[in-house]
């Protein structure tokens, strides 16, 4: 006889885990069904983003950044060190330590909030009436069957991978293979400079290989204001970044310990990288085959995405999808909004999101964050604007941690000074956007941030400068 659930949820990744328990703090009776297991062959929970994704990579972007410092920086301080040496394994220990330690955290939490967890794959396997049935199948253990009255799709996404290269994460990685590399490539090749490229190429050069990079796209960073992209393009060189733009990937030969790739550069001219290791990074796919969800009278489009309304509803009643599986961005904070959203409206409130206000951020050293429009999109919109930029090597904090690289840029209405957008080139890029994302949300002008009070001597003092130069070009410290 199959289980009755108030709400199921096929997915644990940051948005699947978080619907659960925002549903289970409603009242509802809710399973969540999660098939991964981690490299010791255990169920665990927290998807891609926890397991593969966000949480390792930022960990061992910190270590590598530790390495990189203590090697080359701490002079700059007048603090001598001779001697530094590596230790990758107990790098890649604590990394997954860390890892374990949100993952039980997870675990905790559904128990907590008495969330069913349902380990194994599931599928659809019909609707009736009011009720939507779900398969659960498992390797140790025998088929579940469970009904739900409402479903939320979280299934996540995988890495896209190229036809002809074959990935094995041993000699050709995608992001799971380069978080778990055993030792450090004397030269490293990247097929692919979005934020996962930049991410993991930083990490591997930090700790010695020679990193290349190559693009298909004619410019880096191309959805960044093009001010970041022209700063990010001029800090990665310096760091030792080879990033070719407007490549073309041709033949690629794996062999027994390396691999050779043929390219073609933005010129035509034919090209050749040898690299012991590569690392294809070239975008995500949703993870919605295998789904069954023929059997509910639901398709996903040509890319692989469930269609979904403003609200995360698909075309078939009390079945939503959320986070990657959708359109938008692919970012774990946006399925969580999306994860509480859908939770509130199945239990009767009105929740809301602006997309507009979802950031983005890449943690490279100096990490990169934006919000809301660039220039380029609101010249195509046709918007009059004004700007305001401030650099770090005018902010005393960041002199004083040996971070003067970057600025803040507040692009603002030229009639209304309301604030269109914020862009950060940052050692706490990460962490300053949230100020701006707060600013957007309350519809806040230049003026606004320009009149409150920030600590000094901050990071943050940055941001306000900026929207003083933007709101009346004012700024104090220039």
């Known amino acids: 006889m199959a289980q009755n659930f108030d709400l199921v949820v096929i997915g644990a990744g940051p948005g699947g885990y978080i619907a659960a328990i925002r549903a289970a703090q409603l009242g509802m009776r809710v399973a969540c069904v999660e098939k991964w297991r981690n490299p010791a062959g255990e169920p665990a929970l927290g998807g891609t983003c926890l397991n593969v994704g966000c949480i390792p990579s930022k960990a061992l972007l910190a270590s590598s950044e530790e390495f990189e410092n203590a090697s080359q920086h701490l002079g700059d301080h007048g603090i001598a060190v001779s001697g530094v040496k590596l230790d990758l394994a107990k790098m890649?220990?604590?990394?997954?330590?860390?890892?374990?330690?949100?993952?039980?955290?997870?675990?905790?939490?559904?128990?907590?909030?008495?969330?069913?967890?349902?380990?194994?794959?599931g599928r659809f396997v019909a609707t009736e009436d009011e009720t939507i049935r779900i398969e659960v199948s498992d390797d140790d253990k025998d088929l579940q069957l469970v009904d739900a009255q409402q479903v939320i799709i979280a299934t996540g996404s995988k890495a896209r991978h190229l036809p002809g290269i074959p990935v094995d994460n041993k000699l050709v990685c995608d992001n799971e293979g380069a978080l778990a590399m055993t030792e450090v490539p004397k030269r490293l090749g990247v097929i692919g400079a979005g934020v996962i490229g930049l991410e993991l190429g930083s990490v591997w050069r930090r700790l010695g290989a020679e990193v290349t990079i190559l693009e298909a796209l004619p410019t880096l960073l191309g959805t960044a204001d093009p001010s970041v992209q022209k700063e990010a393009a001029r800090l990665f060189a310096r760091q030792g970044l080879k990033i070719h733009l407007g490549a073309k990937i041709g033949e690629v030969d794996v062999g027994k310990k390396n691999v050779k790739l043929g390219w073609t550069d933005a010129k035509g001219a034919e090209q050749q990288l040898e690299c012991d290791r590569l690392i294809v990074s070239v975008g995500r796919v949703p993870n919605t085959d295998g789904l069954n969800l023929d059997a509910i009278g639901l398709a996903a489009d040509e890319r692989g995405f469930v269609p979904v309304d403003e609200q995360c509803r698909t075309s078939v009643p009390r079945v939503w999808a959320i986070g990657d599986v959708v359109r938008g961005p692919m970012l774990a904070h946006k399925a969580e909004e999306e994860g509480v959203m859908v939770a509130e409206l199945i239990a009767g409130q009105k929740p809301h999101i602006d997309y507009n206000t979802v950031p983005w951020v890449i943690y490279t050293s100096p990490e990169i964050a934006w919000v809301g429009k660039n220039e380029q999109q609101l010249k195509e919109e046709g918007r009059a604007f004004k700007t305001g930029q401030f650099p770090f090597a005018a902010n005393g904090r960041a002199l004083g941690i040996n971070a003067p690289d970057g600025f803040v840029k507040v692009i603002a209405d030229e009639q209304t000074d309301e604030v269109?957008?914020?862009?950060?080139?940052?050692?706490?890029?990460?962490?300053?956007?949230?100020?701006?994302?707060?600013?957007?949300?309350?519809?806040?002008?230049?003026?606004?941030?320009?009149?409150?009070?920030?600590?000094?001597?901050?990071?943050?003092?940055?941001?306000?400068?900026?929207?003083?130069?933007?709101?009346?070009?004012?700024?104090?410290?220039?």
């Open 420 to 478: 269109l957008g914020v862009h950060i080139v940052s050692a706490a890029a990460s962490d300053m956007i949230a100020e701006a994302v707060m600013a957007m949300e309350f519809k806040a002008s230049a003026e606004d941030i320009g009149r409150i009070c920030h600590p000094h001597p901050s990071m943050s003092e940055a941001m306000r400068e900026a929207a003083l130069a933007a709101s009346d070009k004012r700024a104090l410290n220039m």
């Open 92 to 121: 890649m220990a604590r990394k997954d330590s860390i890892v374990s330690k949100m993952t039980k955290g997870i675990e905790f939490l559904f128990r907590k909030n008495k969330i069913t967890w349902l380990k194994g794959h």
